[in-house]
């Protein structure tokens, strides 16, 4: 029987692969983990996390306009971007410690370095050259920014650079319309600076719900968000300390910052994948059957790298599944992707689940559509012109809800529980004839007519 060095090894420490490897650990096996860049991977470093803390900033605004409703006059506030970008680092950096102090008491093996595929079974290690053998080999590499390809791109920047800013842009483009682009351009109209938000097709968020989708252009454009459709950079050139932005819609505008959010692709550079017999699809993601296994049996792969559902808690539950199954004997059930509850992070904020109304349409020729759209009590009483949108969809037919779409202040802490719900199944009279918890937005969900 051959020898290897590990029974798996882990190229990628991100949330999935972290995941993976402490979990099989502690199942007993010997794991090898190799991470190029951060330890947490995007998620801990250039997403998720220093992302929300920057959302959190963003909203002070509001609170400190709203308080003189509430009695409270503050003095007037100033907004410090260093003070903000030296508080993430500090956290950024105890949260990427954690994570590789985990992995150590686990005890799995870190390599920081990046490793390339040499067969099924064999690791290279980028800068050392060391060689490593596993029985099982899991890729988690995640994602990387994907870059559209025009005259002066290279002006322009990505998420992955936006968290080191030395300063705040006063005026930022930001080019597209999917949640990481939205969710950005109310951080910094939040923050103060003037946004141009320039979104390839005729509506943002492409794939959610219509209404929700429309509801947050609304909030958006009412928020300051200068917001162009149908339209695209041609050409990007530096005049001075500007950028000068001309596009194929004939528009003309001068930027600090040029913001690129169009999209991420399968982190699958020098990974080694055609040596080694991987395959990949047409967009570059690692093509993986039941469990993540690719086309060689002893390679796995989780998460953004397949191109499924991009989300951290999904690798995560992919990772934990992969390991519990070959190391720990525990069969877990396979992920439903059709009901991962889902967030926005914006100003005010989108929690979903289930199908949207142009899908469930596809699928139950008998609707049911329920929604209401409102001023909460808070927003009410402090004058406030932002909404709260609801809408529940309901199969007529067998009264089972199969999806909701909510906009409003905390509604991402809400869809959590109501995820829980839909995956049991749950019709429109459980809904119903729970008693509403007043006085919240929430009871109106239950309450909808």
Not at 183 to 192: I, R
Not at 333 to 339: N, R, V, W
Not at 370 to 396: P, W
């Amino acid at each position: 029987m051959q020898q290897f060095d590990f029974d798996l090894f882990v190229i990628g420490a991100g949330s999935g692969g972290a995941r993976a490897a402490r979990v099989a650990a502690k199942h007993g096996a010997r794991v090898g983990i190799a991470e190029g860049a951060n330890f947490g991977g995007t998620c801990v470093n250039r997403g998720c996390v220093p992302k929300k803390l920057m959302v959190y900033a963003s909203r002070i605004p509001d609170a400190i306009k709203s308080g003189k409703a509430f009695g409270w006059d503050a003095p007037a506030a100033r907004f410090d971007w260093n003070a903000l970008m030296s508080h993430k680092d500090t956290e950024i950096d105890r949260l990427e410690s954690v994570y590789e102090r985990n992995l150590l008491g686990a005890g799995v093996q870190t390599f920081p370095e990046h490793a390339t595929l040499l067969d099924a079974n064999t690791v290279r290690l980028r800068n050392s050259g060391q060689v490593v053998t596993a029985q099982r080999i899991l890729i988690a590499t995640g994602a990387a920014p994907a870059r559209p390809d025009f005259p002066g791109v290279e002006l322009a920047i990505t998420s992955d650079e936006l968290f080191h800013l030395p300063e705040q842009p006063k005026r930022l483009l930001i080019v597209g319309g999917g949640y990481i682009a939205v969710e950005f351009a109310g951080v910094f109209a939040g923050l103060g600076s003037q946004v141009t938000q320039l979104v390839r097709g005729p509506a943002l968020l492409r794939g959610f719900d219509d209404e929700i989708a429309e509801t947050l252009r609304e909030h958006l454009s009412m928020r300051g968000v200068d917001l162009v459709f149908e339209d695209r950079i041609e050409l990007l050139q530096r005049e001075g300390a500007a950028l000068r932005v001309t596009t194929t819609g004939g528009r003309s505008f001068e930027v600090d910052t040029v913001l690129l959010s169009t999209g991420r692709l399968p982190n699958i550079e020098g990974l080694g994948l055609e040596a080694a017999g991987v395959e990949v699809n047409d967009k570059g993601a690692i093509v993986v059957g039941p469990g993540g296994r690719t086309t060689v049996v002893s390679i796995f792969a989780i998460g953004d790298v397949t191109d499924r559902l991009n989300l951290t808690p999904v690798a995560i539950r992919e990772g934990q599944a992969f390991s519990d199954r070959h190391y720990g004997g525990i069969e877990s059930p396979e992920i439903d992707y059709a009901l991962v509850p889902t967030a926005v992070f914006t100003t005010p904020e989108i929690g979903v689940v289930g199908m949207t109304e142009s899908q469930a349409r596809e699928h139950y020729p008998r609707l049911r559509v329920l929604k209401t759209r409102f001023r909460s009590m808070a927003q009410a009483f402090a004058g406030s012109q932002d909404q709260v949108f609801f809408k529940v969809l309901v199969d007529d037919a067998t009264d089972r809800v199969v999806g909701v779409h909510l906009l409003g202040e905390g509604v991402a802490e809400m869809i959590q529980f109501i995820a829980v719900a839909l995956k049991a199944n749950a019709t429109w009279l459980d809904f119903r004839s729970t008693v509403a918890l007043h006085p919240t937005i929430a009871e109106e969900l239950v309450t909808l007519k």
